[in-house]
């Protein structure tokens, strides 16, 4: 091989790798990004069954149930709607009763969301950012 | 007292522009006198911001509520380090921060510079002065701390009890030191444009500041996997966060402009990609910065959103991005191409190595700012989570890890594989014994699993495996072989221990992914829960009162095959004057191991929520992060490469260096 073609050969395998990295990104992001939804959101929602979303919204006053050992379920409402979600584990220090949540998990065949993480936000002043933008644009927001 | 940090705030503004217009006119028509000016200028503004921060600290430590932004995020009764580190845990005091140590940067290259050309240290004192001048008209306009309450109140409003530990002491200066410590590489980078001069004295400035701003953004990001893992009680070192993809972007832009200009000052090959690699690695760093800073995203980090911030921080950001890549399609065309070398050789290894660093650093960038397009497009919100930065980022890692042994013992030019590959028989048998250990005789571990603890040890015997070709073990005598180990250049060994340390985090990672224990379940006081072979009963709760949070603290006696190993406490803290109850884990190092309690809800009947894990080799993340650090430090305390003496470098210049033995 002349000098100027295996220059090429190495400049095409590194365009190659590169093109493996974007088709490997891509075909990734088409596979496990997940998308957020309020429970007003879901009816006009098409979801596969088992799909991994995120839920957000308040936490539903009077739903918080606990139950045996660590099982917890709650209610998660945009003030309209609302979904019932169950929860195995530690909730967060600030999850209370209607303050901001963002659960992520699946429905389970029963129709009742199950969680395997549950969000609250990080201090008392401030909300999930997905929950306040979704609580303004259906004119429910209420500023404490 | 904080009219006096306003004050000198202003100042440091109006110096930081001067310093940004004078030297830059000075070397531009070849006077000496105004390029002279850069370095007094420098080093006053640095002296300017450095009044202004103590002005605020002093008010923290005083706790003067008569300042809104002490008000906002102080309180009378917390202790004292809590108080103090509080300056740069919020917005403003943060910004501050940053441009506290922008300056310090400029200071330090006005300096150590004193054997730079003239014209080039002149321009890139402008840079930085510019940068400087920038941020500081950011802070005056959009985060000014020193705004006074006309009625002062009596009582602050307290810290967010979550940043009130040590972590805060150490993780934002250390991660500054490296994001900010980019902008000298930045800086460097945009004056051999301006200048259109590049050679291998330029690499061998440039990198000892690339050096330490890396050791310092490996120390940063180290600290706050760990602040992250022991105070927020979920037991994880990384959870593919935005803002710590922020900081690990840079991080890895970084680690590849470390490599590109080992090429570029031995060989005077990669120019151009050495310059546009600086450009991109403190963009990414600004991009954090605005990330982090804009309310974009949502996390501890993110301490208030103010719209105006955010629009200025992008304007910034694209006005340098923009900016310096308009300035390198502009220029970098007219500088010279560098030397030709083989595709398996030293170079070879070197640009391998950039181009998985580099491709890895975009996969990351793709996730973290993918949702924010989507939402800006079609208004759909999507979060791109763990699962894809683990298949990527991981799928990406998994090759470079492997290849890492061979870069160090492949010469310059034109390197031997087979060779190679034949002193690294050792390395490798040893690593597949590894592997096959680990896969027998540990209980639960899968095929992947033991494959990367293989992995771990390959890289770790590698480093080895280079330290002792390169002292001749084995083709001289032992004594020989000794004393030609101590007299090896501090920068062979830097590249072993920060190879090895990559090896032990590799391992640490290995570990506790593939084989932590966890449990949740109810304990009464009494109870016990078996977990990796410990027993861990717990006795019960007790009230207690710390200065500024109440707390339910959970005491759990440990023991293993009957023998107490003492006990662990964990607890549920209060704080009134946020009204914010946090949780405090109990952990418990055992070797490189770790057990991790949290305490969850109290329930009716006495009954504790817990949660425990068992973290095999948990510790090793961080410790190899501590090691790399090391190795870092190591490379810089190089003769050759020392900070501020490039005397020798001078002689150097377009002499080919003859490959580091």
Same mark, same amino acid.
């Given at each position: 091989?002349?000098?100027?073609?295996?220059?090429?050969?190495?400049?095409?395998?590194?365009? *190659?790798?590169?093109?493996?990295?974007?088709?490997?990104?891509?075909?990734?992001?088409?596979?496990?990004?997940?998308?957020?939804?309020?429970?007003?959101?879901?009816?006009?929602?098409?979801?596969?069954?088992?799909?991994?979303?995120?839920?957000?919204?308040?936490?539903?006053?009077?739903?918080?149930?606990?139950?045996?050992?660590?099982?917890?379920?709650?209610?998660?409402?945009?003030?309209?709607?609302?979904?019932?979600?169950?929860?195995?584990?530690?909730?967060?220090?600030?999850?209370?009763?209607?303050?901001?949540?963002?659960?992520?998990?699946?429905?389970?065949?029963?129709?009742?969301?199950?969680?395997?993480?549950?969000?609250?936000?990080?201090?008392?002043?401030?909300?999930?950012?997905?929950?306040?933008?979704?609580?303004?644009?259906?004119?429910?927001?209420?500023?404490? | 007292?904080?009219?006096?940090?306003?004050?000198?705030?202003?100042?440091?503004?109006?110096?930081?522009?001067?310093?940004?217009?004078?030297?830059?006119?000075? *070397?531009?028509?070849?006077?000496?006198?105004? #390029?002279?000016?850069?370095?007094?200028?420098?080093?006053?503004?640095?002296?300017?911001?450095?009044?202004?921060?103590?002005?605020?600290?002093?008010?923290?430590?005083?706790?003067?509520?008569?300042?809104?932004?002490?008000?906002?995020?102080?309180?009378?009764?917390?202790?004292?380090?809590?108080?103090?580190?509080?300056?740069?845990?919020?917005?403003?005091?943060?910004?501050?921060?940053?441009?506290?140590?922008?300056?310090?940067?400029?200071?330090?290259?006005?300096?150590?510079?004193?054997?730079?050309?003239?014209?080039?240290?002149?321009?890139?004192?402008?840079?930085?002065?510019?940068?400087?001048?920038?941020?500081?008209?950011?802070?005056?306009?959009?985060?000014?701390?020193?705004?006074?309450?006309?009625?002062?109140?009596?009582?602050?409003?307290?810290?967010?009890?979550?940043?009130?530990?040590?972590?805060?002491?150490?993780?934002?200066?250390?991660?500054?030191?490296?994001?900010?410590?980019?902008?000298?590489?930045?800086?460097?980078?945009?004056?051999?444009?301006?200048?259109?001069?590049?050679?291998?004295?330029?690499?061998?400035?440039?990198?000892?500041?690339?050096?330490?701003?890396?050791?310092?953004?490996?120390?940063?990001?180290?600290?706050?996997?760990?602040?992250?893992?022991?105070?927020?009680?979920?037991?994880?070192?990384?959870?593919?966060?935005?803002?710590?993809?922020?900081?690990?972007?840079?991080?890895?832009?970084?680690?590849?402009?470390?490599?590109?200009?080992?090429?570029?000052?031995?060989?005077?090959?990669?120019?151009?990609?050495?310059?546009?690699?600086?450009?991109?690695?403190?963009?990414?760093?600004?991009?954090?910065?605005?990330?982090?800073?804009?309310?974009?995203?949502?996390?501890?980090?993110?301490?208030?959103?103010?719209?105006?911030?955010?629009?200025?921080?992008?304007?910034?950001?694209?006005?340098?991005?923009?900016?310096?890549?308009?300035?390198?399609?502009?220029?970098?065309?007219?500088?010279?191409?560098?030397?030709?070398?083989?595709?398996?050789?030293?170079?070879?290894?070197?640009?391998?190595?950039?181009?998985?660093?580099?491709?890895?650093?975009?996969?990351?960038?793709?996730?973290?700012?993918?949702?924010?397009?989507?939402? *800006?497009?079609?208004?759909?919100?999507?979060?791109?989570?763990?699962?894809?930065?683990?298949?990527?980022?991981?799928?990406?890692?998994?090759?470079?890890?492997?290849?890492?042994?061979?870069?160090?013992?492949?010469?310059?030019?034109?390197?031997?594989?087979?060779?190679?590959?034949?002193?690294?028989?050792?390395?490798?048998?040893?690593?597949?014994?590894?592997?096959?250990?680990?896969?027998?005789?540990?209980?639960?571990?899968?095929?992947?699993?033991?494959?990367?603890?293989?992995?771990?040890?390959?890289?770790?015997?590698?480093?080895?495996?280079?330290?002792?070709?390169?002292?001749?073990?084995?083709?001289?005598?032992?004594?020989?072989?000794?004393?030609?180990?101590?007299?090896?250049?501090?920068?062979?060994?830097?590249?072993?221990?920060?190879?090895?340390?990559?090896?032990?985090?590799?391992?640490?990672?290995?570990?506790?992914?593939?084989?932590?224990?966890?449990?949740?379940?109810?304990?009464?006081?009494?109870?016990?829960?078996?977990?990796?072979?410990?027993?861990?009963?717990?006795?019960?709760?007790?009230? #207690?009162?710390?200065?500024?949070?109440?707390?339910?603290?959970?005491?759990?006696?440990?023991?293993?095959?009957?023998?107490?190993?003492?006990?662990?406490?964990?607890?549920?803290?209060?704080?009134?004057?946020?009204?914010?109850?946090?949780?405090?884990?109990?952990?418990?190092?055992?070797?490189?191991?770790?057990?991790?309690?949290?305490?969850?809800?109290?329930?009716?009947?006495?009954?504790?929520?817990?949660?425990?894990?068992?973290?095999?080799?948990?510790?090793?993340?961080?410790?190899?992060?501590?090691?790399?650090?090391?190795?870092?430090?190591?490379?810089?305390?190089?003769?050759?490469?020392?900070?501020?003496?490039?005397?020798?470098?001078?002689?150097?210049?377009?002499?080919?260096?003859?490959? *580091?033995?």
């Amino acid at each position: 091989m002349t000098r100027k073609q295996k220059r090429l050969s190495v400049i095409g395998a590194g365009l *190659a790798f590169i093109a493996l990295a974007a088709a490997l990104v891509f075909y990734a992001l088409g596979q496990q990004a997940s998308y957020f939804y309020m429970p007003g959101d879901l009816q006009t929602a098409t979801l596969e069954p088992g799909q991994r979303i995120r839920l957000g919204g308040l936490v539903e006053k009077g739903t918080i149930v606990r139950g045996q050992g660590t099982e917890v379920s709650f209610a998660v409402t945009d003030t309209q709607e609302s979904v019932k979600v169950r929860y195995a584990g530690i909730l967060p220090d600030l999850f209370r009763e209607e303050q901001g949540v963002i659960t992520e998990g699946s429905f389970g065949s029963d129709g009742v969301f199950v969680a395997d993480s549950v969000l609250a936000k990080h201090d008392e002043k401030y909300m999930p950012k997905e929950v306040a933008e979704s609580l303004k644009e259906k004119g429910v927001w209420q500023p404490n | 007292m904080v009219e006096i940090g306003h004050f000198a705030l202003v100042l440091a503004l109006a110096l930081s522009l001067v310093q940004s217009v004078v030297p830059l006119a000075g *070397a531009r028509g070849g006077n000496g006198r105004l #390029m002279a000016v850069g370095g007094p200028v420098a080093v006053t503004a640095f002296a300017m911001v450095a009044v202004s921060f103590a002005a605020l600290t002093i008010s923290y430590g005083r706790s003067d509520f008569s300042v809104e932004n002490v008000w906002e995020n102080s309180h009378s009764l917390k202790p004292m380090l809590f108080k103090l580190t509080g300056t740069w845990g919020n917005h403003e005091g943060s910004m501050l921060l940053w441009v506290l140590i922008l300056t310090l940067f400029g200071a330090l290259v006005a300096a150590f510079g004193r054997n730079l050309p003239a014209s080039l240290k002149a321009t890139v004192l402008a840079v930085q002065g510019f940068i400087g001048a920038v941020f500081l008209l950011f802070i005056l306009t959009t985060s000014n701390p020193f705004v006074r309450l006309v009625n002062p109140p009596m009582e602050g409003r307290d810290l967010n009890p979550v940043l009130q530990d040590i972590g805060l002491a150490i993780h934002p200066p250390l991660l500054y030191l490296g994001y900010v410590g980019f902008s000298v590489s930045f800086a460097f980078a945009v004056a051999a444009l301006i200048e259109g001069r590049l050679d291998a004295a330029w690499a061998r400035w440039v990198r000892p500041w690339t050096l330490a701003a890396w050791v310092f953004l490996t120390g940063g990001i180290a600290m706050g996997s760990y602040w992250a893992y022991y105070e927020l009680g979920w037991g994880g070192f990384w959870f593919w966060d935005p803002v710590e993809n922020a900081s690990f972007m840079p991080w890895l832009a970084g680690t590849a402009l470390l490599h590109s200009a080992i090429v570029m000052e031995k060989r005077g090959a990669l120019k151009i990609w050495t310059v546009l690699l600086a450009i991109l690695t403190f963009s990414l760093s600004l991009l954090g910065t605005f990330l982090v800073r804009s309310g974009v995203l949502t996390s501890v980090h993110a301490f208030a959103t103010d719209p105006t911030r955010g629009v200025f921080i992008l304007c910034i950001l694209v006005l340098f991005v923009g900016g310096s890549l308009a300035l390198f399609a502009w220029r970098a065309p007219g500088l010279t191409a560098g030397g030709l070398f083989q595709p398996i050789s030293r170079e070879g290894a070197l640009v391998l190595n950039n181009l998985f660093l580099t491709t890895a650093a975009a996969t990351v960038l793709v996730g973290t700012l993918y949702p924010l397009v989507v939402e *800006a497009v079609s208004g759909e919100k999507i979060s791109v989570g763990a699962p894809f930065f683990n298949l990527t980022f991981g799928l990406l890692m998994l090759p470079l890890l492997a290849l890492v042994p061979f870069g160090p013992l492949l010469a310059w030019k034109r390197g031997d594989l087979a060779a190679v590959s034949q002193r690294l028989m050792a390395a490798f048998g040893l690593a597949l014994l590894a592997a096959l250990v680990s896969l027998i005789f540990v209980d639960g571990v899968s095929a992947f699993a033991a494959a990367g603890v293989g992995l771990s040890a390959w890289l770790i015997l590698g480093a080895l495996t280079d330290l002792a070709f390169k002292s001749g073990l084995g083709a001289v005598t032992a004594p020989v072989a000794l004393r030609r180990f101590v007299g090896l250049p501090r920068s062979v060994f830097g590249t072993a221990l920060a190879h090895l340390g990559l090896g032990l985090t590799t391992l640490g990672i290995v570990c506790v992914v593939s084989m932590q224990g966890e449990r949740i379940l109810v304990m009464k006081p009494g109870d016990t829960a078996e977990i990796a072979g410990y027993a861990i009963r717990f006795e019960g709760l007790e009230p #207690m009162k710390g200065p500024n949070f109440t707390e339910e603290r959970a005491t759990f006696v440990l023991s293993r095959d009957g023998s107490p190993l003492g006990s662990m406490h964990a607890s549920k803290r209060f704080y009134p004057a946020r009204g914010m109850p946090t949780t405090e884990a109990g952990i418990r190092t055992l070797g490189f191991s770790q057990l991790y309690v949290s305490p969850g809800d109290i329930q009716d009947g006495g009954g504790l929520v817990v949660r425990i894990w068992w973290k095999p080799m948990v510790t090793l993340i961080w410790l190899g992060a501590l090691v790399m650090m090391a190795g870092g430090t190591m490379s810089l305390l190089d003769r050759r490469l020392r900070v501020g003496a490039p005397s020798r470098a001078r002689k150097a210049v377009g002499r080919p260096e003859v490959a *580091a033995s």
